[in-house]
């Protein structure tokens, strides 16, 4: 005790460290509804105790952190001689009771006139207990000073607290709580997989307290999966929705999402009030911002998929002072309204979509839902004129990466040009869809590049020069890369003609690389040679940019129709000096592969392979979908006549590669001829039914098994993610498992006491991060297929 200070203490057990009975667990209740998923969490919870003596558990409202904390102290009970209480702060408002509240819950007394908190600092000086606090993020401020002062005079007790935000005081662990694990919107989804994700487990296991015999099925599990996904797996979301099994199907709750907050309401009666609607829970989280971060949460929702820094302070700060985005973005971080994400050295925020779509409400009510939206229009067209101007230099591969993680709010950007009447917003469509041509191109978007410049192109105030004729020019291009001839040939004549209004060498020379690419593709190489001259010429003579290696590219191509080889080569070697004096990575492999078809057609086999596997390597730095078939393609006309299978298994590649990653692409007619003689001679060779079979088995390769495949990497046909590894006790534990054996008859077949089997399924669950014994006997079943030795070699 501190020396002439006591405290009377209702209701709590003597002090006494030395005592090996039960653990006093205080006011800690016993959750009504199962506890599902959060493995990985406790078990970083108890790590994080053992070195610091204040946890917080930070996370958006709805998210589950009141429940997390009570699994862990409860997981924790037995490590505190003096066991573990709760303090709930969630209905506290004035600061000045933080102590008070605090005592009340340790049951302490306060009937004198000593100060609140030397009373708390005597009780817990000498306690090894664990005092968990929740909801105090609405006065944070006083609980972080009363917590601070705990600490430093107290040094026997540990505290797990759960905010909104930090308390960001010395020595604090943060414990950032994200919601549950769901399905990709768009990804395949299985009955088998579907079991690993913790948002579906909750949805299950909640329908079916409401819903006795519910299951998720094969009928229902895209329902389920779409509900998961669409809530962000947040908790509360997913609850509320459960709760709506008693009147609607899955099917039905997925279809009413689109408005969630008018559709998730009436939780348990007993919930505080702020969890029994999504729309009370957000509207807590709005409630507990300043001004100036409300402002920004509702602006921050005009972005899509995420944002950087530098987007958002341009998007967002226009009367803003400097620094005060950034102060402010780091508020809402903070209070866990904006995900902080790093990935490869670059930081991203975003929002749940739950909390974006109340942002926007806010936008929309603030009136400023117009002029965020222009200003976000603004930024990506900015953006992608950027980098289409950066595009042949070192930082290639960053616009590259950069154009890719920003491909949803690219195209809202678009998508607001198009909603608005007005040249401007024409203006910024033509100019942004045809700024990202050369992007859409090396991911293989074609077909999307082609809608959105059709769309724009089609906008009724789309008729400013510059733009307009370079989307005409990009349209062009793209209609003849997908061999649709008579489109291309039709918007050719507008690119034509507008450029006649306004004769300059310039625009002489896109209509004349337009030309040449069309009568390439039309199979006219003598007129594409003479058209692509011209336009090399005068590309030339500016600073070297995609049109000018673009073009060399396609008269390397057109020399190698006319059979003119030494001259095609000296345009191929030409790009690759380009490339490697501007550091740029994606014409490169092009490069290497037109050098390789050169050898090829001139019967130098060897040479070739040598090439085209050269381009390979080169491009795995940024795959390219079409340059990594043309490479398998041609690689498997190298193998022709010498082995036959590999041929076979490679244009099977080839042909899944394009249909998968570039549907629409289509080659020059002189590789589509060399296609066909090679096909004809390798069936011809294997017989029908060899040739199906191997061709079938390079169409079921990947993009990364194929490439091994053509660099003489022998890979698996099924390559898996490495997964965690087991020990040789657990793994027995696991096969037991996976064998119907309960804890108990587990115990007894290895000879081992219960808490020791029931401490080993434990272990086995955080280390694959499963939630249910159902998904380690499927996980034991999965790799035992795996590791079984196959049936005939490859």
Request: contains cysteine.
């Amino acid at each position: 005790m501190v020396p002439g200070v006591s405290a009377q203490v209702s209701g709590w057990p003597a002090t006494n460290p030395g005592s090996t009975g039960a653990r006093y667990t205080g006011n800690l209740q016993t959750n009504l509804t199962s506890f599902v998923g959060r493995r990985a969490e406790l078990s970083q919870i108890k790590n994080l105790l053992s070195v610091s003596r204040l946890v917080t558990l930070a996370g958006i409202g709805g998210v589950g952190k009141t429940r997390l904390a009570r699994r862990a102290a409860w997981n924790s009970r037995r490590e505190f001689a003096d066991g573990v209480r709760m303090i709930e702060l969630a209905d506290v408002r004035d600061p000045s009771l933080v102590a008070d509240v605090v005592a009340a819950g340790l049951g302490i007394r306060c009937d004198s006139a000593r100060p609140v908190q030397d009373m708390l600092v005597e009780f817990l000086h000498q306690r090894e207990m664990l005092l968990v606090i929740d909801n105090g993020e609405q006065v944070v401020q006083a609980l972080a000073s009363l917590v601070e002062t705990l600490l430093v005079a107290c040094p026997a007790p540990r505290i797990l607290a759960t905010s909104r935000e930090p308390l960001d005081i010395a020595g604090e662990a943060v414990l950032r709580v994200l919601p549950l694990s769901t399905p990709a919107r768009d990804g395949p989804r299985t009955l088998r997989g579907l079991a690993g994700f913790d948002a579906v487990s909750l949805f299950a296991d909640r329908a079916a307290a409401v819903v006795p015999g519910f299951d998720v099925t094969e009928g229902n599990s895209a329902a389920v999966a779409g509900i998961c996904s669409r809530l962000d797996g947040l908790p509360l979301a997913i609850e509320l929705a459960a709760a709506r099994m008693r009147t609607m199907s899955p099917e039905q709750i997925l279809e009413r999402l689109t408005d969630r907050y008018a559709l998730l309401t009436r939780g348990t009666r007993t919930a505080p009030r702020r969890q029994q609607t999504l729309r009370w829970c957000i509207d807590w989280s709005y409630q507990l911002c300043t001004e100036a971060e409300q402002r920004l949460w509702a602006r921050l929702s005009v972005f899509a998929g995420g944002f950087e820094l530098d987007a958002a302070e341009q998007v967002c700060g226009t009367d803003l002072k400097p620094g005060d985005v950034l102060d402010t973005l780091s508020a809402l971080v903070d209070k866990s309204i904006v995900l902080r994400e790093e990935l490869d050295g670059v930081v991203r925020f975003r929002m749940l979509e739950t909390l974006r779509e109340y942002g926007r409400e806010q936008l929309q009510q603030a009136g400023e839902h117009t002029d965020i939206g222009r200003r976000h229009r603004d930024w990506y067209q900015r953006l992608a004129v950027n980098a289409e101007a950066g595009w042949i230099s070192d930082r290639q591969l960053d616009w590259l990466a950069r154009l890719d993680r920003e491909q949803p709010d690219l195209r809202d950007a678009l998508e607001f040009s198009l909603s608005e009447d007005s040249e401007n917003s024409a203006e910024a469509g033509l100019r942004t869809a045809a700024a990202l041509f050369i992007f859409w191109d090396f991911r293989g978007l074609h077909g999307e590049g082609r809608r959105w410049l059709d769309r724009t192109l089609a906008h009724p105030r789309a008729f400013s020069m510059p733009g307009r004729l370079t989307a005409l020019h990009a349209s062009t291009v793209m209609a003849s890369l997908q061999r649709d001839l008579d489109s291309a040939a039709r918007i050719l004549e507008q690119e034509r003609t507008l450029a006649e209004q306004d004769r300059t060498s310039l625009n002489d020379a896109m209509v004349a690389y337009a030309e040449g690419l069309l009568a390439l593709y039309r199979d006219e190489a003598t007129n594409a040679v003479s058209c692509l001259e011209r336009a090399v010429e005068v590309f030339g003579s500016m600073s070297p940019g995609h049109p000018y290696i673009a073009a060399l590219m396609f008269l390397g191509s057109a020399h190698t129709a006319i059979g003119d080889i030494p001259q095609a080569i000296s345009y191929y070697e030409k790009v690759l000096s380009i490339s490697e004096a501007a550091g740029e990575s994606l014409f490169r492999p092009s490069a290497l592969w037109g050098l390789g078809i050169a050898a090829w057609w001139q019967g130098e086999h060897i040479h070739a392979q040598a090439l085209m596997q050269e381009s390979l390597r080169v491009d795995r730095r940024a795959p390219t979908p079409v340059v990594v078939a043309l490479d398998l393609e041609g690689l498997a006309w190298t193998r022709v006549g010498g082995d036959n299978e590999r041929a076979a298994v490679l244009m099977g590649a080839a042909e899944h590669m394009l249909r998968s990653s570039a549907p629409g692409y289509s080659v020059f007619p002189e590789l589509a001829h060399a296609h066909e003689e090679c096909e004809r001679a390798v069936r011809q060779a294997l017989g029908e039914r060899r040739f199906g079979a191997e061709f079938r088995r390079g169409q079921s390769m990947e993009r990364n098994a194929a490439v091994a495949f053509a660099l003489g990497e022998e890979v698996s046909e099924h390559t898996h993610v490495s997964e965690p590894s087991l020990t040789k006790r657990e793994q027995q534990v696991a096969d037991l498992v996976a064998q119907g054996f309960t804890n108990k008859q587990i115990a007894a077949k290895l000879v081992i006491a219960q808490r020791t089997a029931e401490g080993h399924v434990e272990h086995i669950l955080t280390k694959l991060g499963f939630t249910s014994r159902a998904q380690i006997a499927t996980w034991i079943v999965d790799t035992s297929q795996q590791e079984s030795p196959r049936s005939q070699q490859i």
